[in-house]
Structures are given as C-alpha cells and as structure tokens.
C-alpha cells in the first residue's frame, strides 16, 4: 500500500518542479551565481527538501523575472486541483 504524500511534501514537490522549469536549461550553478543566490538553496528546493522563507520566495521570483504572485501562482498551477491545506 503506497503511503499518502503529505501536504507539506506536494508543496515542496510543486515547488520543486515550477523552480525547474523556470530554471531552463540553465545550470543551477551558473543560475545561482548570477543571482547570488546560494547553490544549496536552489539544489534543495529543486530536490524538494526544504521549505525556503518568505524572503527567499520573493528573490528566487526576481531571478525567474517574475513576480512573486506569479512564482505562487505557477506553484499552486502544479497542485493537485483539489488541493487544501485544511481538511474539511
């Protein structure tokens, strides 16, 4: 029997995949360096191993050229539809 993903997880996981696709063909390397963001955040959160802060949000947006509505947006986009923090 397979083991529900937690919500936390699908979050990180959607994260994870909207920072990729964002990334391109970039390397993460190269992406980091030009956006002196640390390598290990972009690693991490492309590995979905760590819920990255608020402010971290609002940078990675800037380095994708994007607004930080829009980086939430593309990571809600890769939810499930009936995706809910709060069971009901």
Not at 53 to 78: G, H, R, V
């Amino acid at each position: 029997m397979q083991e529900e993903i937690s919500k936390k997880q699908q979050i990180l996981n959607s994260l994870a995949k909207t920072m990729k696709e964002l990334r391109g063909e970039k390397s993460q390397f190269i992406f980091s360096s030009e956006n002196d963001i640390p390598i290990a955040i972009i690693s991490m959160g492309e590995r979905a191993l760590k819920d990255p802060q608020l402010t971290t949000i609002f940078k990675l947006a800037e380095a994708y050229n994007i607004s930080p509505a829009e980086f939430m947006s593309k990571i809600s986009k890769n939810l499930p539809t009936d995706f809910s923090m709060i069971d009901k």
